[in-house]
């Protein structure tokens, strides 16, 4: 028999309604996206993310127009009144449709009953205009304890990291070095009625000053460019890749930090591509394969060395762990549902043990670089600075650059509304036995 078609807004409620359960939109939204009619995809999308972006402030506002609990069967009136508010918030959508199409969903999701008080609450918001946010989680679209954290951590830019977060994030593309240069595909992109720019930092990245179809980027299929974001970018000129070393990418999938290393030096011996997800290593594969980039695909826990290291040392490690993701919620706005403070203190335990193990891979006078995509010092530079001080072989060797803020033990990146993500860089040089030596002796 075939499937029920939901409408639109009924279909957003179910995706929030699952992200809030603890799904990431990832994984919440495909299925919606294949259940929904080709016209209502992209709004769809645009919903569901929006809805996301700005839950903490809407659901506050929902807050002080519900006066009395739902019962529990009834609480997927909450995501569908949501992404009404957003839209009434937000968007320029006619306001009559989001309410008309919102009652309307009540029917489709088996609710009827539900329709009366979704409708009084829709037109009150629409009567009286959005109220004036009363917390910081409220006022700034975050959960409180991700405000405070960020306040803690980062005194004079917390606010302007909380308002990045709830900035789109733009679309920024990856030259491909092997095949062509980034003013050739600028000017590619002209021709094509692309209006883009050269990245600030990062040597090959183009920022499209709208977000495109990836078939609409000339050469992509081709591999002539991949679409990664600018800070993303930057690891290849930390890793001082030189030809024949041998490469190894510790948490590599999707492949976007691998096919970035190989496109800055053809002449690299080896690059291993190592993940502990076999799906996500898939990913890697296609990437490789378009941008006909040459890797060793490797999937293991890379803390298990027995298991996948063949003992033949490394000359670059890029060590590029999992972490919070603090710094990308603007592209993954599902995060600040999805993610708990006390997250935080078991990822920068595998994050040290990551280190840890793959530290005694790396030759002497080798260097490794250890990234996150996080604004947390926790998953950052205090990672290092306690590395360090427990290893007398490891040396911070940051190249002098010209992005990001000195922490002390790496460079940190913010989250900028009109360019790159938030990220966290670290360099490391293994000293050789005898200059370690030496340090500790003088
Ligand atoms: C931040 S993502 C890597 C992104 C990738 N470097 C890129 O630029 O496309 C972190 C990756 O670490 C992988 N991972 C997590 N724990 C791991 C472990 N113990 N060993 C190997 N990979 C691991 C995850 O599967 C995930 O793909």
Wanted: net charge negative; hydrophobic share 40%.
């Amino acid at each position: 028999m075939a499937r029920q078609q939901l409408p639109l807004r009924a279909l957003a409620a179910r995706v929030i309604q699952s992200v809030t359960q603890g799904q990431s939109l990832s994984d919440a939204l495909p299925p919606a996206l294949r259940q929904a009619q080709e016209q209502d995809r992209s709004q769809l999308q645009a919903l569901c993310y929006g809805t996301c972006r700005w839950y903490h402030r809407l659901d506050a506002e929902l807050q002080t127009r519900l006066h009395k609990p739902l019962k529990k069967g009834d609480r997927i009136a909450v995501p569908l009144i949501l992404q009404a508010l957003f839209q009434l918030r937000h968007s320029h959508q006619a306001e009559h449709a989001v309410l008309n199409e919102t009652v309307a969903a009540c029917r489709s999701l088996g609710k009827p009953h539900l329709a009366g008080l979704v409708n009084a609450i829709l037109r009150a918001a629409q009567r009286d205009g959005e109220p004036e946010p009363t917390t910081p989680a409220a006022t700034f679209s975050h959960p409180q304890w991700l405000t405070e954290k960020l306040r803690h951590n980062w005194p004079d830019q917390w606010q302007a990291i909380l308002d990045a977060n709830n900035a789109q994030a733009p679309m920024t593309l990856r030259v491909n070095a092997r095949q062509t240069t980034r003013d050739a595909y600028l000017a590619a992109l002209d021709e094509a009625g692309i209006e883009a720019s050269a990245t600030r930092f990062a040597p090959h990245g183009i920022q499209l000053a709208e977000p495109c179809g990836v078939d609409r980027l000339p050469g992509f299929a081709e591999g002539r460019v991949s679409v990664q974001d600018e800070a993303a970018q930057l690891c290849t000129e930390l890793l001082d890749l030189a030809p024949g070393q041998r490469v190894l990418d510790a948490c590599a999938a999707p492949g976007g930090k691998t096919c970035a290393i190989l496109e800055a030096q053809a002449e690299i011996k080896e690059v291993v591509a190592l993940d502990q997800s076999a799906q996500r290593l898939e990913r890697v594969r296609e990437n490789l394969e378009r941008l006909r980039l040459p890797a060793t695909v490797s999937a293991g826990d890379a803390a298990d060395l027995e298991r996948w290291w063949d003992g033949e040392p490394f000359d670059r490690i890029l060590l590029d762990v999992p972490c919070s993701a603090s710094g990308v919620i603007r592209r993954h706005p599902d995060i600040k549902l999805l993610r708990r403070e006390d997250d935080i203190t078991p990822l920068a335990a595998i994050q040290m043990g990551l280190l840890e193990r793959l530290w005694s891979t790396l030759k002497p006078g080798g260097k490794l670089v250890y990234a996150t995509c996080s604004v947390f010092p926790q998953e950052n530079h205090r990672i290092i600075q306690r590395f360090i001080k427990a290893h007398e072989d490891a040396v911070l060797t940051m190249p002098p650059v010209s992005w990001g803020q000195d922490t002390g033990a790496g460079r940190q990146l913010f989250p900028d509304a009109g360019s790159h993500d938030g990220f966290f860089y670290a360099c490391l040089t293994r000293q050789d036995d005898h200059a370690a030596n030496q340090a500790s002796t003088s």
